[in-house]
């Protein structure tokens, strides 16, 4: 995407350097004669001298080379620069999605990361809680977008999962302002400036924090394919489709003993399981029977398999047969059925 050779560029603004000042910013920024980045303290060490000592140096390096005729030299590579994270990001864009475009080589990034620190065209918001490192060329729409990336996050219950366009309908919302000067493809970049929302590995949108987001087991990919299907699964299928869909491999039995162990999966036949969250109760059959009792009141029998089918996925005979058991549940003179008091 660039026109020009960085290497090149960075290696002719630290020649009108003293020698130390150079060799500070080319172990800082990691181009020099290696890739390398060493810390402040790292480079104290080696000179001697305190980590406060080695930071004035390095912006003693910066301003004197951006006081230099031969970074009037290079204007039309850092006119360039800004013209990247305007297109790329409307004016903002991340720092990572940045690099990445702009060049696929960890070497090439350190000098154009260096270029976008020496470049007074553009400027960098450093990380923090709630969003990543950014580059930006106009400081008003920048806090639209972070103040509409908060407000997304807010938006959105700790486990809850939309999909993209619902994700991208928000976040417009939000920028009034400047939406209708934007496209889909610069709103996605600007949600990678985010920490606070996400994409899990099917697409969907969250929190970045929750599970459902942040998947790390076998339990958080099985959620999502349960999730993805939208009706109860037996264990062998959640662990092909797992397989199937992540590429990863998800072995039967290790499968069953996560769905087991996770709150979020319910039983709901032989080896099938639901999602909680679907308003599925767990236990055995006798269990439902005397939840729906209990919050209902005596049913007939017909009235409690069909509200127990509801629930698991069993036999109307199983039901009935459940139903038998006189320490639990009675039959009254109607034909009803109710606990034993």
């Known amino acids: ?60 390096g910066i301003r004197s080379i951006q006081k230099s005729d031969i970074y009037l030299e290079f204007e039309s590579i850092f006119a360039e620069l800004q013209k990247a994270i305007e297109e790329l990001g409307g004016g903002v864009v991340a720092e990572e999605t940045l690099l990445s475009v702009l060049t696929k080589d960890e070497i090439t990034r350190n000098h154009i990361y260096f270029l976008l620190v ?33 407000n997304v996050y807010r938006s959105l ?75 109860p699964m037996h264990f062998r299928e959640v662990a092909e489709a797992i397989t199937e869909l992540f590429e990863r491999q998800a072995h039967t039995a290790t499968t069953h003993n996560e769905l087991i162990k ?11 399981y639901a999602l909680t969250e679907w308003g599925y109760s767990a236990g055995v059959v006798k269990d439902v029977l005397r939840d729906i009792l209990e919050k209902e009141g005596a049913l007939t029998k017909d009235e409690l398999i069909d509200k127990v089918r509801k629930e698991r996925y069993v036999k109307d005979n199983t039901i009935v047969v459940n139903l038998q058991d006189h320490n639990l ?13």
Not at 7 to 33: C, F, H, I, N
Not at 120 to 135: A, G, M, Q, T, V
Not at 262 to 272: I, N
């Open 118 to 150: 020496v470049g007074d065209l553009f400027y960098r918001s450093k990380e923090n809680p709630y969003y990543n490192h950014r580059w930006y060329t106009d400081k008003n729409i920048s806090e639209i977008v972070e103040k509409g990336l908060r």
């Open 157 to 231: 219950d700790s486990d809850e999962l939309i999909s993209e366009e619902e994700v991208l309908s928000r976040f417009r919302d939000e920028l009034i302002e400047i939406a209708d000067r934007h496209d889909d493809e610069i709103l996605k970049k600007w949600l990678q400036i985010s920490k606070e929302v996400a994409s899990n590995p099917l697409g969907e949108w969250g929190h970045a924090s929750s599970p459902n987001v942040k998947v790390k087991g076998v339990r958080d990919y099985a959620y999502l394919v349960v999730k993805r299907h939208g009706s």
């Open 329 to 341: 549940f009675k039959k009254l003179s109607d034909g009803r059925y109710a606990l034993v008091e």
């Open 1 to 60: 995407m660039i026109t020009f050779k960085p290497k090149q560029v960075t290696k002719k603004l630290l020649s009108v350097l003293p020698d130390r000042a150079r060799d500070v910013l080319e172990k800082r920024y990691g181009v020099g004669k290696t890739s390398e980045k060493q810390t402040l303290e790292a480079i104290g060490q080696t000179y001697g001298i305190t980590r406060e000592r080695v930071r004035q140096i390095e912006n003693y």
């Open 262 to 272: 996770d709150e979020r999966f319910v039983l709901v036949g032989r080896g099938l």
